[in-house]
């Protein structure tokens, strides 16, 4: 395991019953959307160190994916910045020269994907976008540690299809996803310790 490991969710509901509090790793509640996490984030790795390997753990939704899938995302970007109108491609920012952010650690043994992220809670397909995975921070987490140098890994449970059941499908998944990603956060936590040794 890397020297420094930072636990990084959006929410203390998406640790149901302390489920991530045994494996004695610190752990950072953001709050929800890109600007919470980008700020809350900032100011913890000038805490912990630029040196912490950042582990994001979350429920999301896909439409690809089929529920219950955990899914590490190793691709970002944010299908809700449409700065089209001055030429811009969808997803980049003005004066930014790509529109996807590629600084996720790929885990064996997961299916990698691309998260779609935006402070929407997104219910319907989108006419463009693939929309694998779909969260509301990760693009953000992505970011703040391609900046500083931070190794990134994100695990993503999908809870639901983005469609008109979200909201509900989430609620009742939360607490299962907490099991699941503990999972695969154990398995990822041995593949990166094995990573440092080898």
């Known amino acids: 395991m890397p020297d420094k490991v930072l636990l990084v969710l959006a929410l203390p509901q998406e640790n149901a019953d302390g489920r991530f509090n045994d494996l004695g790793l610190p752990i950072l509640y953001t709050g929800v959307g890109k600007v919470n996490a980008a700020m809350s984030l900032t100011a913890a790795l000038h805490t912990h160190g630029?040196?912490?390997?950042?582990?994001?753990?979350?429920?999301?939704?896909?439409?690809?994916?089929?529920?219950?899938?955990?899914?590490?995302?190793?691709?970002?970007?944010?299908?809700?910045?449409?700065?089209?109108?001055?030429?811009?491609?969808?997803?980049?920012?003005?004066?930014?020269?790509?529109?996807?952010?590629?600084?996720?650690?790929?885990?064996?043994?997961?299916?990698?994907?691309?998260?779609?992220?935006?402070?929407?809670?997104?219910?319907?397909?989108?006419?463009?976008?693939?929309?694998?995975?779909?969260?509301?921070?990760?693009?953000?987490?992505?970011?703040?540690?391609?900046?500083?140098?931070?190794?990134f890994v994100s695990l993503k449970f999908i809870t639901d299809g983005a469609d008109g059941q979200a909201a509900t499908d989430w609620q009742e998944s939360v607490a299962i996803s907490a099991s699941r990603l503990y999972q695969a956060l154990r398995e990822t936590l041995s593949h990166l310790k094995d990573a440092a040794v080898g």
């Open 50 to 151: 630029s040196a912490a390997t950042v582990i994001n753990l979350g429920s999301a939704g896909s439409h690809t994916f089929q529920a219950g899938s955990v899914v590490c995302a190793t691709r970002f970007f944010q299908h809700d910045m449409d700065a089209t109108a001055l030429g811009c491609a969808l997803g980049q920012t003005p004066f930014e020269e790509t529109t996807h952010l590629d600084y996720g650690l790929a885990i064996p043994g997961l299916a990698h994907a691309t998260c779609y992220t935006g402070d929407r809670f997104i219910t319907e397909r989108h006419p463009l976008l693939p929309m694998q995975v779909i969260d509301m921070e990760a693009y953000a987490l992505a970011k703040v540690c391609q900046r500083f140098g931070a190794p």
